[in-house]
């Protein structure tokens, strides 16, 4: 049976200094200022955001809970932007997952609308066979159990240890791994702190450690060196042994 392999988006697929997610970030107090008026500053909304961010993990679901009636369509236009102003295409990317033999999907907590525009930007929306975000999400979001269920479902995913999961946030590969047995891959920021990658390389949930999306290609070569990866665990060696350089 064939590897299935999932990517989250923002900060997976592009880097964090594109400053695409710092703009984006940006556009969402604005509009709770301007828009939503459900803050008097941007130092406000800021404050207000970061609070419920901690506990909804998706700013929609923090606009929500705030019990603001808004147009989610209009709000999803207004805070992801033009992400071409931001995002350009990597070679080395779409080669990576050009070379992966299953089937690859995307699931983001962006709308479905947005996360595609991002991919054509990256030049690579024909690498993807599906994208989960979040209208098919509904209510729910990553790290939640009940968002991985549907896209799950979705896709119909019949052996979810089976799936190698890409992402850059610790907590949702933490429940890819604990409930659901995915093979856990972490994308980092490739100018993070030595101290810190040693420290999130040793989370028992995590299978690989990339320093940086630029590495991922590398990861094919039957060859690893430390500043490509800082953990590589058998699982995640298997995952890729159809593809090895």
């Not at 989610?72 to 990576?96: H, I, V």
């Not at 028992?204 to 060196?225: A, F």
């Amino acid at each position: 049976m064939s590897f299935v392999y999932i990517f989250d988006l923002d900060g997976t697929l592009y880097p964090e200094s594109s400053g695409y997610e710092a703009a984006c970030k940006e556009r969402v107090f604005s509009y709770m200022v301007d828009k939503l008026v459900c803050a008097s500053t941007i130092s406000d909304a800021k404050r207000i955001w970061s609070k419920g961010y901690e506990k909804y993990h998706q700013t929609l679901k923090v606009l929500r809970a705030l019990g603001l009636k808004f147009d989610e369509e209009e709000y999803w236009k207004y805070m992801r932007g033009n992400c071409r102003a931001y995002l350009a295409a990597s070679q080395d990317t779409r080669e990576f997952l050009r070379s992966l033999s299953g089937q690859k999907y995307v699931f983001t907590n962006c709308h479905e609308a947005q996360a595609i525009e991002a991919l054509e930007a990256l030049n690579l929306a024909d690498c993807f066979d599906g994208v989960f975000g979040a209208h098919r999400m509904g209510t729910s979001c990553k790290p939640e159990v009940e968002a991985f269920s549907k896209m799950i479902r979705a896709f119909n995913i019949k052996d979810t240890s089976r799936c190698v999961f890409f992402e850059d946030s610790v907590i949702n590969l933490r429940i890819a791994s604990k409930v659901f047995n995915m093979i856990t891959i972490l994308i980092t920021n490739q100018s993070l702190p030595i101290a810190e990658l040693q420290r999130v390389s040793s989370d028992e949930h995590l299978d690989g450690v990339v320093v940086g999306q630029s590495n991922l290609l590398k990861c094919l070569s039957s060859t690893l060196s430390p500043d490509v990866v800082t953990k590589w665990q058998p699982r995640a060696n298997a995952a890729f042994q159809d593809t090895s350089r």
